[in-house]
Every structure is written in C-alpha cells, then in structure tokens.
C-alpha cells in the first residue's frame, strides 16, 4: 500500500497521491452507534407514553418523575351555572370545583388514589395503567381500603396496608372480584354506546363473510379457551374507547347465551388504547379470576361476569344492501 500523508486541509488528493484501502475489519459497536441506539430509544419510549397517557388527559415531566396536571377522573364539568363569567379554560367547562354530583355512588373519584391528586396508579406509572379512570380490581380495592382507612398518618398507613392484606389468596380475591361487580353493575350506560351484533352471517363455501357495513372489524376463529363451542368471532370498531364483542356457531347464528357467546368490551381491545393492557385489566382478568373461581364451568362468579358484560341478543346490522 502507497504511503501518504494527510495536508493541512485534510486532503490526500493535493499531493497526487492516490492511497490504497484495506476492507476494514468487523468492529463490534461503537460508542456512537450506542448513543444513537440509545437515542432511539429515548424518543420511542417517550411516544410511546405520550399515546398511554394522552387519553388520561394528564401531562408527565420526565425530569421530576410525576404528572403535573391534577387527576381529573371521577369529576364532572361543572355545571352551566358555575361557569357564567368566567373565561379561558373554565368557561370551556375545565374542572374548577370538586364533584358536585352527590347522587353519584362515588362522588369523589378523584381521591381513589390518595389524598394526592397529582397521583397515578399510585405512582406506578411503569407496572400499571388507567387511562380511562374507570374499575379495576386493583382499582376497588384501593378505593375500599382508602375508604376505610381515611387518615394519612403513619396509623393510617399501616391501616391501609392490613386491609390491602384481605384480599389476598382465593378468599381475599373472590372478595375483590365481589367489589368489581358491586362497582360495574352500577354502571352499565356505556353499553348503550356500542352496536347491537347481527343475527347471523353469511358462510360462502362454508367460510364467513366479513360484514361491510363499517360497524365492525374481520371475523376469526374463535378463541376456545374464551368462548368454547362458538366457532368465529368479530368485535366492533371503538366507540368511545368501547367495543362489542359477536361470536358465532357454525353454521353462523349468533351465540346470545353461556360461555359461547361474544361480551362487551368496556375497553376495546386495541393498541391504540393502552396497547391491550386496559383491555386485559378492565375486561380479561376479570373474567379468568371468574373462570378460575368456577373451574371452568358456568358457576355464580361466571354468571356475575355476564350479568356486567351481557352478550348481545341481536338485531344489528352487519353487510350493506346491494
């Protein structure tokens, strides 16, 4: 190889001397390609939280390590009346009081997870996740507990963390899988949102037809261990962060009844909508605590399942007409 010297400009061609180069050897990673990977991740990470959290309509500062907008959840706009003269975010109905609804089971929603309402999930933004505000089982056991022990002492403390010990073992989580139906049976309007499932749909060689009315997303084979005996299923775009579920026999009449059948999504099983983690503690876990505490037959718990996620017994439309 020619020998060369590098100018003060950095250039070899000056000189006329044309250099040589050796393939360069295999280099494991550089610190660059580290940071630049290291980069990445930073930025995915943090879009990544911005698509969890922005329905939980509550901003994170990354350097402090917390939210910075109150817990809004489990409070009302306020009324009509509490906003004339006022201006900016008040008068477009921002919160500027606490609940003012008493007829509500639970009007202050808002503490469920402590005196703080800066907090999240009980400050475990990373293991858990609530962009709805809405029941969980951890969720009513934290309320339950808060409720019975109210004093932020070191009393109260230890108050809260005795009765977080009742719930646990079988006993403790039939009790806490109690405390989510309490709190899901009196709410159920959500259902009203989402469509009604068709009767039937149509088998073309024996395969379904994927509805075309725009209602809903493509049919499946159905899961076995979910819906035994049911031979496909489809569920429905989101309405309001809500979906319905249809499942089907084989020879395509809707299944209304028994494990079979198709149940509500109080959150819809999406990515979009805390990539399917609200959608497992809303909806999935309830119902394999059920299934678990009935041993896989249709028992009280099951049927309590149902009773708050009742299949939907038809009516609704499924392929446009010609």
């Known amino acids: 190889m020619g020998q060369f010297r590098r100018s003060s400009c950095g250039s070899t061609s000056q000189l006329g001397i044309q250099p040589t180069y050796r393939p360069r050897p295999h280099l494991p990673p550089t610190w660059g390609t580290f940071m630049k990977c290291r980069t990445l991740s930073i930025v995915a990470a943090f879009a ?28 009302t706009n ?21 609940d003012p609804m008493p007829t509500q089971p639970e009007p202050d929603l808002q503490y469920v997870d402590g005196m703080n309402l800066y907090q999240y999930v009980r400050s475990q933004p990373v293991s858990a996740l ?19 022990c109210t004093s932020e002492s070191k009393a109260g403390r230890r108050c809260r963390s005795n009765c977080r010990k009742r719930f646990r073992g079988i006993a403790g989580r039939k009790r806490a899988f109690n405390l989510w139906y309490k709190a899901e049976a009196g709410d159920t309007a959500w259902i009203a949102k989402i469509p009604k499932c068709p009767d039937s749909i149509c088998l073309v060689n024996g395969k379904p037809q994927d509805c075309t009315n725009g209602e809903w997303n493509g049919l499946s084979e159905a899961s076995q261990e979910f819906h035994p005996g049911a031979q496909w299923c489809m ?16 020879s395509g ?18 990515f979009w909508n805390g990539i399917w983690i609200s959608h497992y503690r809303h909806d999935v876990r309830p119902y394999n605590w059920a299934d678990e505490f009935d041993g896989g037959k249709l028992g009280p718990y099951l049927k309590k399942y149902l009773e708050v996620r009742p299949p939907s017994q038809g009516g609704g439309g499924c392929y446009t007409e010609n």
Do not use: W
């Not at 959290?53 to 817990?71: E, K």
């Not at 609530?130 to 934290?142: A, K, N, S, V």
């Open 253 to 270: 009449n809707l299944i209304k009844s028994g494990l079979g059948a198709g149940t509500p999504d109080r959150e819809a099983a999406s």
């Open 235 to 250: 569920r429905s775009k989101s309405y309001d962060g809500h979906a319905q579920q249809c499942c089907f026999d084989k």
């Open 130 to 148: 609530d962009p709805m505000g809405l029941y969980t089982i951890g969720g009513e056991i934290e309320k339950y507990c808060n409720k019975k």
């Open 48 to 75: 990544l939280l911005t698509v969890v959290t922005s329905s939980a309509q509550a901003m994170y500062h990354a350097r402090m390590g917390r939210f910075i907008q109150r817990d809004p959840h489990g409070t």
């Open 78 to 98: 306020p009324p009509t009346a509490l906003r004339v003269g006022m201006t900016g975010p008040a008068a477009a109905g921002g919160f500027v009081a606490r």
